[in-house]
C-alpha cells in the first residue's frame, strides 16, 4: 500500500529523488574524506613538521566541508520540495476524489474521517518521505561506506557484523510489525475525536440547552484517553527501538575487541586494523540509528497510506459517462420508469416501481408520510444516488447517459436542511450562478421573499453568513436557499418540503411570485399540506416507497383513501375549507 | 437585586491568560494567512514546558536517567579504549612473559557490557517514561480545548470555521506530541553530551578548549537566524493545514450541494489555492528548518580544520604535545555531532510550538461572563418575567428595545411575528446563550444572570427547528437530556410522543445508530425524537422554536398532541408560524421589530383589529396559490 502510494505520487518528482541521493552520496562521501585528510595533516605535516603541507591540506578540508554543506543544504532543498508536493498531490488527489463521491461512498466514509484522511494521514506518509530525503538518504551510503572499509581492515571479524545487522533489522522489523495495528487503531481513534468535537460544535445549542456539558466532556474524554492509550502504546514501542539498536552495535564492539584480541594473539592481525575497524562501525552505527528512525515512523505512514489508498480506489456510485449523450432541449420533460431504490444490504426497498412523467412548465406534487421516500425520490433526480433499477429520463434520455455537470447546470434543488456556506449572501447566491449580476441576485431574493431581510442585515449583500447559516433564522435559511435555487433558472426544480418554515403569508406570497417563473420548468415538489400542492397538475401519492396514487386533487379524492384520509386530517387541523 | 448594566466585552473577567487582543477574530473568510506574529513564539514554548513541567516528579525522574545514560555512553568507548589498552601491553610484552592478560581483558569487557546494559536500560526507561509524559499531556491538551468549547461564546464558534477548530485538536495536538515524543529525549541528551565533552576539553587544553567554544556563539547565531524565518513559515503552515480542514470540512458537510450546484470546480480551485499556499510555507518551512543541521555541522567543521590547523602549527612549534591534539580532534568530532543533533531536535521543536501557538491561542480566546450566583434548589414556578429588556447582536443594529411581559407558571405564551422581528432572540436569551445589553430576564424572582448557566437551562426544555442529534443509538439520543433515564421512563416518553410506534418498525428497534445523513429516520421522526428528548427532560419550562414545520400532517397531528402532552403544567413559549397551533395560547405576543406590538388572547388580539388580526387574516383569506 504504502509503496504503492509512493510510486505512483513521487513519480513526477523522481528527478529530484534522483538529485537528492546523488547529493547525499557525494555530501556523506566527503564526511567520509574529513578524518581522511586529518589523518594525512597529522602523518605528514604534524610530524614532519611541514607547516605549509598542513595550511594546504587544511585548506582542502575547508573546501570539502564547504562542498558537503552546500550539497546537504541542495539535497534537503529538493528533498523538502519532493516530499511536500508529494503532500500536496496526495491531498489534491483526494479531495477531488472525494467530490467525485455521491452522497452514498461519503456516508460510508464518514466526513470526519474524510477530513482525517485529508490531513493527518497525508502528513504522515509526507513527514517519512521527507525524513528519508533528508536523513535516511545518506544512511546507506555512509554504512556501505563504513561497510567496505571495516572489511578491508580484517575480513574475518565481519561475521560480528553479519550478525549484528540482520539482529538489529529484525528486532526493529517485529517492532513495526506490533506497532502497525497499534497505529491502525490510533487512525480510527483520531477520526473519533474529530466525529465528537464536529457533532458538539455543529449541536452547540442543544448540548448548552440540555446542560450536557458534563456528559458531552466524558464522551470526549473517553475518546482522549483511547487516543492518549493508543499513542502511548505506540510512543513505548518507539521508545524500544533506538536503546535497542544502540545496544546491539555497542556489544558488537565489545564482540570486535574480544575476538580481535584472540586474533591479534595468534598473531594474525594487528592492533592499528582492530581500533580501525571499531571507528567504522561506529560509522555504520550512525547509519543503523538514521535508519531507527524511519523504522520510528514507518508504521503510522503505512497505515495513512493504506487509509489514503482506500479512499482513493474508491469509485463512486454514480459514474461518470465516458460518451456522455448532449440533452438538446431547452424546455424539458422529466420521466421516471419503474424505479426501484434501495440501500445494500437493506431488508426492503426505499422506493419500488415508481412510474410518472413531467413536461415542462407542469408541476408534480410528491405527498405521502413522513419516511415514504419522498426525499429520496427527488435525490434520484438529482442524481446523488443512482436508482438500482428503472430509469430517470430526461428528454428521453436515461441521466445516467448525460454528463453529470450538465444535468446540474438543469436542476435548481432546494433540500429539506438548507444548507448554507459560510461567506456572504451574495457568495452563497453565486454557488446558484458563478457569474450573477447584482440585478439578478435582488430578483431572485425578491422572489423568495428574501429581499427584505437582506436589505436590513449590515452589507446588504455583503452581509456575512455563518458556517451552515447559523447566524440567520431557519426561515431566512430556506428563502435564501430559494433564490439560491432560482437565479440558476433551471429546467428541473425540486423543492424538498422548501416551504416548511415559512409563516402562511409569505408562503403565499412567494408562491405567488413563484409561478410565473415555472412556466418552462419541470417542477417537483414535496409538500406536506394539501392546500399548497392542491393544484399541482399531478399529485403523486407515496406510502412506504410505493405510488399509492397518482392523479389530479379531485381524481385522488375519489380513488386514493390515502390522500382522502390527509385531506380529511388537514381540513379537521386547519378548519378551513378544502 | 441590583443589576449592573452588561456589556458583552466590557465584564469580561475570564479569559484566564489574557492577550484577548491576539483573537483574530473573524478571519473565517480570509484566503490570505494574515502577517504573522512570531512574538508569542517564546511565550508558547514556556508555556509548553510547563504544561509538560506538571508532572514534575517524572521529568526530573527522567532528566537524572537521562544524564546517567548520557554519562554511561560516554564513558563506553573509554572503557573500550582501555581494554584496547590492555591488548597494546599484551604485544608489548610478547617476547616478554604472558602475552595479552586475557583475565583482565575479559573483565574490562564484561564491565563495558555491564555499561552498555545500564545505559540500555536507562535509555529505554528514560523513553518508556517521557512516552506516558507527553501523551499524558496531549489528554490533557484536548481536554482543555473540549471544555474550552462549552465555555466560549456562541458568536465565537459562529464566527469561527468549525474544521479550523477541529485542525487545531487532531492536527496540532498530533503535531506537538510528535515533535515533543521525538525531540525532547535526544535535545536532553545532545545538551548534556555537549557539556560533558567541553568539561574534558577544558581538562585537555584550555586554550583549543575557547576555540572550540567559540563554535557555540556561532551556531547559536546561525540557528537563530534560521530558526526566526522558519518559525515564521511553521506557523504559517500549520494556519493554513487549519485553513485548509475548514474548507474541507465545509465542502464535505454540503457534498450534495456542492454537486448539484456544480460549484465542485470552484471548490477546487479554492482548495488548490489554500494548498498550493501550504505546499509552498510548508516546503520553505522544512527547507529553512532543515538546513540547520547541515549548517551546524559546517560549523563544526570548521572548527575541526581550525583545531586540526592551530593544533598542528602548536606542535610544529613544539608548544604542543601530538597526544594531546589527537585527544583533542576526538573530542571536537564528539562535540559537533551532538551539536548538530541538537540543531535538528530544534528544529523539529520549531513545529511542535507554532503549533501549540494555534493551541494557546483558541485556549486564551474570550469566554462567555463567568458564573455568579449559586444553585438554588427550590422548586421552579416558572414564572418568568422579561424586565425592560434590550439587545442586539450588533451594536449598530439595534434588534430588541425594552421589551416586558411576564409569562405565568404553567401558561403557554405563544410568540408571532414575522420572521426576523426577534422571535429566536427571544428565547437566545431566555436559555442565556446570549447576554443582555440592558434589563433583565427574572425567573421565579430571581435574575436569571445571577443564576448558574447550568442551573438556568436545566428548568428549561428546548426543541429547536434544527434536528440535532448526535451519533449514537434512538435510545441514547431520548435519554439526551436525562442521562440517568431508566429504559421504563424513555419508553413512556417515546409512547407519550409517537416516537415508539415509528422506532418498532426499525430493524434494531431503540438500539438504531442514528449516524450522519442516511435514510434510516426521516426528518419528521427526527422532530418527534427532539421531542421525546425534551419530554423525558421534564423540564419546568419549554421552549418550542417552529417545531413543527417539516413534517407531514399526519405525523404533525401526532406532534401537535406530542407537544400538548409535554406542554402540561409547564410554562411554555412557542414560536409558531401558523396561527391555527397556537389559538388557544393563554397569551400572545405579536413582535415586529424586536418591539412587542401587541398582547392578548386569540380572541382579544382579532377584536383589537391590530396587527394579530392583519396576519391571521393574510393567512385565512390568502388565495392559495398553486405552482401551475
Redesign the interface.
Known amino acids: 500500500m504504502l509503496l504503492h502510494l509512493l510510486q505512483e505520487k513521487l513519480r513526477p518528482y523522481r528527478h529530484l529523488l534522483w538529485i537528492v541521493v546523488v547529493f547525499q552520496a557525494v555530501q556523506s562521501l566527503a564526511g567520509l574524506y574529513l578524518p581522511t585528510l586529518n589523518a594525512r595533516i597529522i602523518d605528514r605535516g604534524i610530524t614532519q613538521g611541514d607547516t605549509n603541507f598542513i595550511w594546504r591540506v587544511g585548506g582542502l578540508m575547508l573546501l570539502t566541508t564547504l562542498v558537503q554543506v552546500l550539497l546537504s543544504i541542495a539535497a534537503i532543498y529538493f528533498g523538502s520540495r519532493a516530499s511536500m508536493a508529494f503532500g500536496r498531490d496526495t491531498r489534491s488527489a483526494l479531495f477531488h476524489q472525494v467530490n467525485s463521491f455521491s452522497s452514498r461512498e461519503v456516508a460510508h466514509f464518514g466526513a470526519p474521517s474524510l477530513i482525517t484522511r485529508i490531513t493527518n494521514d497525508v502528513q504522515q506518509v509526507q513527514m517519512l518521505v521527507l525524513t528519508t530525503c533528508t536523513l535516511l538518504l545518506a544512511a546507506p551510503f555512509t554504512a556501505i561506506g563504513g561497510l567496505v572499509l571495516a572489511l578491508q581492515q580484517d575480513v574475518n571479524l565481519s561475521w560480528i557484523i553479519v550478525i549484528a545487522i540482520p539482529l538489529v533489522m529484525s528486532i526493529l522489523g517485529t517492532v513495526v510489525y506490533k506497532m502497525v495495528p497499534t497505529f491502525r487503531v490510533m487512525q480510527v481513534r483520531i477520526d473519533r475525536i474529530n466525529e465528537i468535537l464536529r457533532e458538539q460544535l455543529s449541536g452547540i445549542r442543544v448540548v448548552r440547552a440540555f446542560v450536557r456539558e458534563p456528559q458531552e466532556k466524558v464522551r470526549f474524554q473517553q475518546a482522549n484517553q483511547d487516543v492518549a492509550q493508543t499513542a502511548l502504546r505506540g510512543g513505548r514501542l518507539m521508545s524500544l527501538m533506538f536503546p535497542t539498536a544502540t545496544f546491539i552495535v555497542n556489544v558488537s564492539c565489545v564482540a570486535v575487541v574480544w575476538f580481535g584480541s584472540n586474533r591479534i594473539a595468534a598473531g594474525q592481525m594487528k592492533l592499528g586494523p582492530m581500533v580501525a575497524f571499531l571507528t567504522y562501525l561506529a560509522q555504520i552505527l550512525m547509519s543503523v540509528m538514521m535508519a531507527t528512525f524511519m523504522a520510528a515512523i514507518w508504521p503510522r505512514a503505512a497505515v495513512s497510506a493504506e487509509r489514503i489508498q482506500e479512499v482513493l480506489s474508491t469509485t463512486s456510485s454514480v459514474p461518470i459517462p465516458t460518451h456522455p449523450t448532449p440533452i438538446t432541449q431547452t424546455r424539458v420533460d422529466l420521466e421516471l420508469r419503474n424505479v426501484d431504490f434501495e440501500y445494500p444490504g437493506a431488508a426492503s426497498p426505499v422506493l419500488h416501481n415508481i412510474s410518472f412523467k413531467v413536461s415542462a412548465g407542469e408541476t408534480l406534487a410528491i405527498i405521502g408520510s413522513t419516511g415514504s421516500g419522498k426525499t429520496t425520490l427527488l435525490n434520484l433526480v438529482a442524481r446523488l444516488f443512482d436508482a438500482t433499477s428503472g430509469a430517470v429520463l430526461i428528454d428521453g434520455v436515461d441521466i445516467t447517459e448525460v454528463a453529470p455537470a450538465e444535468l446540474w447546470s438543469r436542476i435548481g434543488l432546494v433540500p429539506q436542511k438548507p444548507y448554507l456556506f459560510s461567506g456572504t449572501v451574495s457568495s452563497n447566491l453565486r454557488y446558484g450562478k458563478q457569474d450573477a449580476t447584482e440585478q439578478e441576485m435582488w430578483n431572485a431574493l425578491t422572489i423568495a421573499q428574501a429581499d427584505s431581510f437582506v436589505r436590513e442585515m449590515p452589507g446588504a449583500l455583503e452581509a456575512v453568513i455563518a458556517q451552515g447559516g447559523t447566524n440567520v433564522s431557519g426561515g431566512q435559511r430556506q428563502r435564501l436557499a430559494i433564490a439560491r435555487a432560482l437565479i440558476r433558472q433551471p429546467e428541473i426544480y425540486l423543492f424538498d418540503d422548501s416551504f416548511s418554515a415559512l409563516d402562511l403569508s409569505t408562503d403565499a406570497k412567494l408562491r405567488a411570485a413563484l409561478t410565473p417563473h415555472l412556466k418552462d420548468s419541470v417542477t417537483l415538489i414535496v409538500g406536506q399540506r394539501v392546500s399548497t400542492i392542491r393544484h399541482a397538475n399531478q399529485i403523486l401519492v407515496l406510502e412506504d416507497g410505493l405510488v399509492v396514487g397518482l392523479g389530479n386533487h379531485e381524481e385522488l379524492r375519489q380513488s386514493c383513501p390515502t390522500y382522502e384520509e390527509i385531506v380529511l386530517s388537514q381540513a379537521l387541523q386547519e378548519g378551513d375549507d378544502l | 437585586m441590583n443589576e449592573p448594566k452588561r456589556m458583552n466585552k466590557e465584564d469580561q473577567t475570564t479569559s484566564p491568560v489574557g492577550n484577548v487582543s491576539e483573537l483574530r477574530a473573524?478571519r473565517?473568510?480570509t484566503v490570505g494567512v494574515p502577517a504573522e506574529k512570531s512574538k508569542n513564539f517564546l511565550q508558547s514554548a514556556k508555556r509548553l514546558t510547563r504544561l509538560i513541567s506538571d508532572e514534575s516528579i517524572l521529568v526530573i525522574l527522567i532528566f537524572l536517567m537521562a544524564v546517567a545514560s548520557v554519562a554511561l555512553?560516554v564513558s563506553?568507548p573509554r572503557i573500550?579504549g582501555h581494554?584496547?589498552d590492555?591488548?597494546?601491553q599484551?604485544?608489548l610484552n610478547r617476547d616478554g612473559t604472558d602475552?595479552?592478560d586475557?583475565a583482565r581483558?575479559?573483565r574490562t569487557?564484561a564491565f563495558?557490557?555491564g555499561v552498555?546494559?545500564a545505559?540500555?536500560v536507562l535509555?529505554?526507561g528514560q523513553?518508556?517514561l517521557?512516552?506516558?509524559v507527553?501523551?499524558?499531556t496531549?489528554?490533557k491538551l484536548?481536554?482543555d480545548i473540549?471544555?474550552k468549547?462549552?465555555r466560549l461564546p456562541?458568536s465565537y464558534?459562529?464566527?469561527h470555521?468549525?474544521?479550523d477548530?477541529?485542525?487545531r485538536?487532531?492536527?496540532d495536538v498530533?503535531?506537538i506530541?510528535q515533535s515533543l515524543?521525538?525531540s525532547l529525549s535526544q535535545l536532553v541528551t545532545s545538551m548534556l553530551t555537549i557539556f560533558g565533552v567541553l568539561l574534558m576539553m577544558f581538562i585537555v587544553s584550555p586554550i583549543l578548549a575557547l576555540v572550540a567554544l567559540t563554535v557555540i556563539p556561532l551556531t547559536l547565531l546561525t540557528m537563530g537566524q534560521i530558526a526566526q524565518r522558519s518559525r515564521a513559515k511553521f506557523i504559517s503552515q500549520w494556519r493554513y493545514?487549519g485553513q485548509?480542514?475548514g474548507l474541507?470540512?465545509?465542502?464535505?458537510?454540503?457534498?450534495?450541494?456542492?454537486?448539484?450546484?456544480?460549484?465542485?470546480q470552484?471548490?477546487?480551485e479554492r482548495?488548490?489555492t489554500i494548498?498550493?499556499e501550504?505546499?509552498e510555507t510548508?516546503?520553505s518551512a522544512?527547507?529553512m528548518s532543515?538546513?540547520i543541521?547541515?549548517?551546524t555541522?559546517?560549523i563544526g567543521?570548521?572548527n575541526?580544520?581550525a583545531i586540526?590547523?592551530i593544533?598542528?602549527?602548536r606542535?610544529?612549534s613544539g608548544s604542543m604535545s601530538?597526544g594531546d591534539?589527537?585527544a583533542f580532534?576526538q573530542y571536537s568530532?564528539q562535540f559537533t555531532h551532538p551539536m548538530t543533533q541538537a540543531a535538528s531536535m530544534m528544529n523539529v521543536l520549531q513545529s511542535g510550538v507554532a503549533s501549540a501557538e494555534r493551541v494557546f491561542e483558541l485556549l486564551d480566546a474570550e469566554e462567555q461572563i463567568t458564573e455568579s450566583g449559586v444553585a438554588d434548589s427550590a422548586v421552579t414556578q416558572g414564572q418568568i418575567e422579561f424586565d425592560n429588556v434590550s439587545f442586539s447582536?450588533?451594536p449598530?443594529?439595534p434588534l430588541i428595545t425594552n421589551l416586558s411581559f411576564i409569562a405565568e407558571p404553567g401558561t403557554t405564551v405563544a410568540i408571532v411575528g414575522?420572521?426576523?422581528a426577534g422571535?429566536?432572540t427571544l428565547v437566545n436569551l431566555v436559555?442565556r446563550?446570549y447576554e443582555l445589553n440592558e434589563g433583565r430576564i427574572v425567573l421565579d424572582g430571581r435574575n436569571i444572570a445571577e443564576m448558574p448557566?447550568?442551573e438556568l437551562?436545566?428548568k428549561?426544555?428546548?426543541v429547536?427547528?434544527?434536528t440535532?442529534l448526535?451519533?449514537g443509538t434512538i435510545r441514547e439520543n431520548i435519554a439526551?437530556?436525562n442521562?440517568d433515564a431508566t429504559d421504563e421512563q424513555i419508553r413512556a416518553a417515546a409512547k407519550a410522543t409517537f416516537v415508539d410506534r415509528?422506532v418498532h418498525s426499525l430493524?434494531d428497534g431503540y438500539d438504531t445508530i442514528l449516524?450522519?445523513?442516511?435514510?434510516a429516520?426521516?426528518?419528521?421522526?427526527k422532530q418527534l425524537l427532539t421531542i421525546a428528548?425534551a419530554f423525558l427532560?421534564d423540564p419546568a419550562i419549554l421552549i418550542l422554536d417552529?417545531a413543527t414545520?417539516?413534517?407531514?400532517?399526519?405525523?404533525?397531528?401526532l406532534i401537535?398532541k406530542a407537544m400538548g402532552a409535554l406542554r402540561q403544567k409547564r410554562t411554555s413559549f412557542v414560536i409558531a408560524?401558523?396561527?391555527?397551533t397556537i389559538q388557544d395560547a393563554d397569551i400572545i405576543l405579536v413582535m415586529e421589530n424586536g418591539a412587542i406590538v401587541e398582547t392578548g388572547s386569540h380572541v382579544e388580539l382579532l377584536a383589537a383589529r391590530g396587527a394579530y388580526d392583519r396576519?391571521y387574516q393574510?393567512?385565512?383569506t390568502?388565495?392559495?396559490?398553486?405552482?401551475?
Not at chain 2, 248 to 264: N, S
Open positions: 473573524g473565517m473568510n555512553v563506553g573500550l581494554a584496547t590492555i591488548v597494546f599484551g604485544l602475552g595479552i586475557f581483558l575479559h569487557l563495558a557490557i552498555y546494559t545505559s540500555y535509555a529505554y523513553a518508556f517521557l512516552a506516558g507527553v501523551q499524558r496531549m489528554f484536548r481536554q473540549e471544555s468549547i462549552h456562541l464558534i459562529d464566527r470555521s468549525r474544521g477548530l477541529l485542525s485538536v487532531t492536527n498530533d503535531n506530541s515524543q521525538q493545514t485548509l480542514n474541507i470540512e465545509e465542502a464535505f458537510t454540503g457534498h450534495a450541494i456542492v454537486k448539484v450546484f456544480g460549484r465542485q470552484e471548490v477546487e482548495f488548490t494548498n498550493n501550504l505546499f510548508a516546503n522544512q527547507f532543515g538546513s543541521q547541515p549548517a555541522m559546517f567543521n570548521l575541526y580544520v586540526a590547523v593544533g598542528g602549527l606542535v610544529a601530538l591534539v589527537q580532534i568530532r447582536y450588533d449598530q443594529r414575522p420572521t426576523g422571535k429566536t436559555m446563550f448557566r447550568s437551562r436545566s428549561i426544555g428546548m429547536l427547528q434544527d440535532w448526535f451519533n439526551y437530556g442521562p415509528f430493524p449516524s450522519g445523513d442516511d435514510g429516520v426521516s426528518a419528521g421522526e428528548r427532560a417552529e414545520s417539516s413534517v407531514d400532517t399526519r405525523t404533525e397531528v401537535q408560524h401558523r396561527l391555527s396576519l393574510s393567512q385565512f390568502a388565495p392559495v396559490i398553486d405552482l401551475v
